[in-house]
């Protein structure tokens, strides 16, 4: 098993950045596959992005592309997300996930098998 605690979240103007991290518990997180995801109050949880288990391939929703970059560091157990040029509508809580493997859509939320609480980014016009 694997547990996860995210941190980095807070509140930022337009075009500012953060920076999120996730925190991972157990000697085997670089077996794992890592994603973000986020959800908005009344809507659904969606995906942002995702990173193999060397960091060497990723993966994004295009409406983080070119803003936002996900990476790794296996020796600190540690997933990060940049954000950068943010916007009102990429308010949401941020959660990081765990699955097994690569395959299969990436995007699906059930296939991660491990979650963390969230943290709550808020981006004000």
């Known amino acids: 098993q694997v547990q996860l605690v995210e941190s980095g979240g807070g509140l930022v103007q337009a075009g500012g950045s953060l920076r999120l991290s996730c925190a991972a518990s157990?000697?085997?997180?670089?077996?794992?596959?890592m994603g973000w995801f986020r959800q908005a109050p009344g809507k659904e949880r969606d995906f942002v992005a995702a990173i193999d288990w060397s960091g060497n391939t990723t993966y994004y929703d295009d409406s983080v592309k070119g803003r936002f970059t996900i990476s790794r560091d296996n020796a600190k157990n540690t997933v990060y997300l940049e954000m950068n040029s943010l916007k009102p509508e990429d308010t949401a809580v941020y959660y990081c996930?765990?699955?097994?493997?690569?395959?299969?859509?990436?995007?699906?939320?059930?296939?991660?098998?491990?979650w963390g609480q969230g943290t709550q980014v808020t981006v004000s016009s």
């Open positions: 157990g000697r085997t997180f670089s077996s794992y596959v």
């Open positions: 996930a765990a699955r097994n493997n690569w395959y299969g859509s990436l995007r699906t939320g059930n296939a991660y098998a491990y």
